[in-house]
């Protein structure tokens, strides 16, 4: 057996505890670099995840632009606003729909966010531009993509188109059935309106649509 004096002591017990620590800090930097590369992967995993989540309210933009790649259809969304009036008495608003672009129902969800995001368009007047609603060529299972002031672009896809609602002669069922499309949402959707049939106005017809992903920027 090797006795160690006291001044040898003083030479190797540094070295002795330096050995003895090596394995622990090479396991705990092994350990380190092990965490770090989970946390990596878990960013990758969770990264499209942001795509399919709704805009921050305070974020979002509003509308400017819809398309239909599969209708060829292309439009200027622009806000649309409402005038109060008077009708047999009785005070009410009534929303101004541009003739020549869709209009954003300025007290609804902007482009990307929770809540209903209501679009109003002519199928008769000016550029008719919610035609294709009217004439049944939008239909359930189209994607469309909806482009925000700042240039961001969101993919929302159809999952509802109504029957026509009555407006001349509607019953308290049709006027309940209409208001329910423009319902507030916790969900982010997007509701269009527009007139029916495509010669006339008599009904109104509703499309709906829920938020896929963000498309780009």
């Known amino acids: 057996m090797v006795r ?3 001044k040898d002591c003083g030479y190797w017990l540094p070295l002795l505890l330096l050995l003895l620590l090596f394995p622990m800090g090479c ?6 670099q092990v965490t770090a ?15 399919t989540s709704p ?11 819809l ?10 969304v622009v806000p649309m606003g409402w005038v109060v009036t ?24 902007k482009a990307g966010a929770a809540g209903n995001l209501i679009l109003s368009g002519h199928q008769i007047v000016g550029d008719a531009v919610f035609a294709p609603l009217a004439l049944g060529d939008i239909t ?18 159809i ?38 049939p495509d010669f006339t106005t008599t009904h109104r017809i509703f499309a709906v649509a829920e938020l896929v992903e963000r498309a780009g920027s």
Do not use: K
């Open 86 to 109: 008077d009708v047999n008495g009785q005070t009410t608003t009534e929303w101004i729909i541009p003739t020549e672009a869709a209009g954003w129902h300025v007290n609804s969800a």
């Open 140 to 157: 359930v299972g189209q994607e469309l993509t909806i482009t925000d002031a700042a240039g961001a672009t969101f993919l929302y896809r």
């Open 37 to 51: 590369n989970l946390e990596v992967e878990a960013a990758a995993v969770e990264g499209p995840t942001d795509l």
């Open 55 to 65: 805009v921050a309210a305070e974020e979002a933009e509003p509308p400017v632009a």
């Open 27 to 32: 396991q705990s930097a092994a350990l380190s």
């Open 159 to 196: 999952t509802e188109v109504s029957e026509p609602v009555p407006i001349l002669g509607a019953t308290e069922e049709d006027i309940n059935l209409a208001r329910s499309y423009l319902q507030p949402s916790e969900a982010p959707i997007l509701t269009m309106m527009t007139g029916w």
């Open 4 to 6: 160690l004096n006291r």
């Open 67 to 76: 398309q239909i790649a599969e209708l060829g259809l292309a439009l200027d």
